[in-house]
């Protein structure tokens, strides 16, 4: 047998099991395999439970037979006979039938000699429901003792009590038995001579934690829940601590870093524009603007996360640093993800700004600038303007969505890179813009969707982080309620009135869908709005339109419209000209029509807990109160429906999103906010090990500054690579 290294191929191990294993988990390597771990562990004198399964559910139950019977019967359709073994088998509490069907005798006479009264196996499938009773179907099948008939009681508990105390049960599917996975880590285990070390000797020796090869043994064969434990905390100390690293790394690659101080100068844009605005700033906005403000004086460039509530007003936040770039000659990219919020953005911009964003123009301000949009949708000449006057410095704010990360952007003298809503944006992608500046700009990178702390330095590591919580004097109170179709349809006809009489009072309405079009574009009742199919802007704007909401102004807005169809839309709606705008989640950030108090969310359920919390905040942006109506046909007590009421129980987005990525996979969370490769975590647990993260955080810190290129430290540094080039990898990907 060839030498059996990390790094060899899966098939070195799995033999012909390699191609499923590949297809159904993504592992490639020997390496990759050993990091596979068993999804729960069985002590061998604790059968499965049978009890909690839910029909469809693929199971594997450890149990023991208690009967096993042959039957043949005519199979029509090839002539002569076939085969069906019954066979039941009990778990500690419950028992399970198992039905095997055969085609051929000397296979079926096989099965029923392997299968014998006694036997102790691992059994696995989908589960069904058969005369009241739960069943597998020709499952998958491995027998500990199947000669019991022919050896007696003694051998067969023999081999029984030969396996370890822990019976390790491995994530599978139909085509991937935990067994086979479980024989092929075995091997590796058993030929793998040399395992990388990621953790330093000195880091574990301080974290009291076990070598990288006995951490393998030990999650994979432990002979005790103590070895399990120790495993599991050595395993998941690296997870976070190779993590720390590249965020330390990066963190003082930045400080190493020189640029050109931004002082601003007294009496320029930034001072009047202050002097102009008709409201007060909140103690957090000065609080967070006087920390940027010296970030962007100094000789290093600042790299800072604004974190706040909905409505907290961070673009006020951001247009002030802006325009302190502006006075000290530079120019400021505003990158949003999406056409509508960067059209959002470039018009409350301009016309906070009003005089002062119209600088060389008739009535601009005598030193004003100019405020440029560029999008991918934009035509030729209006995307040559804007090139122009971002290559010449006339523009000294650039608003414009990925369009402003192609190659034939350039700017006279980029100081401030502002990205909005940073989760939809990778690390990759705020360097690409970066990199546009002819010193290292500074970055502001803002988020709506409040972060945990653990997330923020699980994620946003190399940043340094602000928060708004305080929202402005003078913003309605906004009510939430669910809607719950399936015990009060009457209330969805409610819901309606309500709207109805919110426009009579001189307001606006939002309707938000989960999709665009339906499979019922000819729908022709109000019944439809509350069918069987998610709720479609195309198809519930001509219901409201023409019977619901009849009269009132209905206008759709979604991402498939045109650009200049977009902005019209918007435009009609914030001075008044629509009563209620159906549209997707294109409203979901940076829409601000201080008119809008009610929104009603159909299929609410089809939505996360952030999404609906930023979809919430486009209503009580004036002084008067917002109603939000989410209305959903999930039934009481499921997932869906507890989403539904802990939006609707709180407006404290911090809370919310702890409620969000506990109810989700923390790898989605992660892979959103940063890159794909961070989402493999499977161990750590960003919401409950706060003090892994610090203690890895701080000894990773300590490390780099000491070795900062991780010269002593190969292993390390390999590990390390690898996580960087994925995530290069994956954002030339999605570029």
């Not at 296979?107 to 196996?121: M, Q």
């Not at 991918?376 to 006339?394: E, T």
């Not at 989410?630 to 939006?647: G, I």
Request: charged share 25%.
């Amino acid at each position: 047998m060839p030498t059996i290294t990390w790094d060899s191929k899966l098939a070195t191990v799995a033999g012909k099991s390699a191609p499923k294993i590949e297809k159904a988990f993504g592992l490639r390597t020997v390496g990759e395999l050993l990091r596979h771990y068993p999804r729960r562990y069985v002590p061998k004198g604790e059968l499965s439970e049978v009890g909690e399964l839910e029909i469809g559910e693929h199971v594997t139950v450890i149990a023991q037979v208690v009967s096993a019977q042959q039957f043949s019967y005519p199979d029509r359709r090839r002539g002569g006979m076939a085969y069906r073994l019954e066979v039941v088998v009990a778990t500690e509490a419950d028992q399970l039938t198992l039905t095997f069907f055969d085609k051929r005798k000397h296979i079926a006479d096989w099965r029923k000699r392997s299968i014998v009264e006694g036997a102790h196996g691992l059994f696995s499938g989908k589960a069904g429901r058969f005369r009241d009773r739960w069943q597998l179907t020709n499952p998958q099948t491995k027998v500990f003792s199947s000669e019991l008939a022919e050896s007696g009681l003694d051998q067969a508990y023999a081999a029984w009590e030969s396996l370890p105390a822990l019976l390790t049960i491995y994530p599978a599917t139909a085509a991937v038995q935990t067994w086979q996975i479980q024989d092929a880590i075995a091997l590796a285990l058993d030929l793998v001579e040399e395992v990388p070390e990621p953790v330093p000797g000195r880091v574990r020796l301080e974290q009291g934690l076990v070598s990288a090869r006995q951490a393998l043994e030990w999650i994979h064969r432990p002979g005790s829940w103590q070895e399990k434990g120790t495993a599991e905390k050595r395993l998941r100390f690296e997870e976070a601590f190779v993590t720390q690293t590249v965020l330390a790394q990066r963190r003082a690659a930045l400080s190493g870093l020189d640029t050109v101080p931004r002082p601003g100068r007294a009496g320029g844009l930034l001072d009047r524009f202050d002097e102009s605005l008709g409201f007060e700033l909140t103690a957090g906005q000065r609080a967070v603007g006087a920390e940027i403000l010296d970030d962007l004086a100094a000789r290093h460039p600042m790299h800072r996360l604004l974190q706040g509530e909905v409505g907290s007003g961070k673009t006020v936040v951001a247009i002030r640093a802006m325009l302190r770039i502006v006075d000290s000659g530079g120019q400021a990219a505003l990158l949003a993800p999406t056409e509508v919020l960067a059209q959002q953005h470039h018009r409350s911009i301009t016309t906070m700004l009003g005089s002062l964003a119209s600088g060389g123009m008739l009535g601009g301000a005598e030193d004003g600038t100019q405020v440029a949009l560029l999008t991918g949708s934009l035509g030729a000449a209006a995307r040559k303007a804007a090139l122009l006057d971002a290559a010449s410095g006339a523009a000294g704010i650039v608003i414009g969505t990925h369009a402003l990360l192609e190659e034939g952007v350039q700017f006279a003298d980029l100081g401030l890179v502002v990205v909005d809503e940073q989760h939809r944006f990778g690390v990759e992608q705020r360097a690409a813009l970066s990199a546009k500046g002819g010193t290292p700009p500074h970055t502001l990178v803002m988020t709506a969707t409040p972060i945990p702390r653990t997330v923020a330095m699980t994620v946003f590591g190399d940043l340094e982080t602000s928060t708004l919580r305080e929202l402005p004097a003078g913003r309605g109170d906004v009510q939430t309620s669910v809607v719950p179709m399936l015990e009060r349809p009457d209330w969805l006809d409610r819901a309606w009135k309500r709207v109805r009489e919110e426009v009579d009072q001189g307001r606006q309405a939002y309707v938000v869908c989960p999709r665009i079009s339906g499979a019922s574009a000819d729908a022709s009742s109000q019944g439809e709005l509350a069918g069987s199919d998610a709720a479609a802007v195309e198809d519930v704007a001509p219901l409201l339109s023409e019977q619901t909401l009849q009269g009132l102004r209905v206008e759709v807005l979604h991402g498939q419209l045109g650009s200049d169809r977009k902005e019209a839309v918007m435009r009609a709606f914030a001075v008044g000209e629509v009563d209620v705008l159906v549209a997707t989640t294109v409203i979901e950030v940076g829409v601000d029509v201080a008119d809008a108090s009610v929104m009603v969310v159909l299929d609410a359920d089809r939505f996360g807990v952030s999404q609906l919390h930023q979809l919430r905040g486009r209503i009580g942006r004036g002084a008067v109160p917002g109603l939000c109506l989410l209305v959903t046909r999930s039934a009481p007590d499921t997932p869906a429906r507890s989403r539904l009421e802990a939006v609707a129980a709180t407006r404290d987005g911090f809370e919310l999103s702890r409620v969000d990525l506990e109810q989700r996979r923390e790898g989605d969370v992660l892979g959103a906010a940063q890159s794909g490769s961070r989402s493999g975590l499977r161990l750590l647990s960003v919401l409950r090990h706060e003090e892994v993260i610090q203690a890895a955080r701080e000894s990773a810190t300590e490390l780099v500054t000491a070795d900062p290129d991780l010269s002593a430290e190969g292993d390390l540094a390999a590990v390390v690579r690898r996580l960087v080039e994925s995530e290069q990898a994956d954002y030339l990907e999605k570029a």
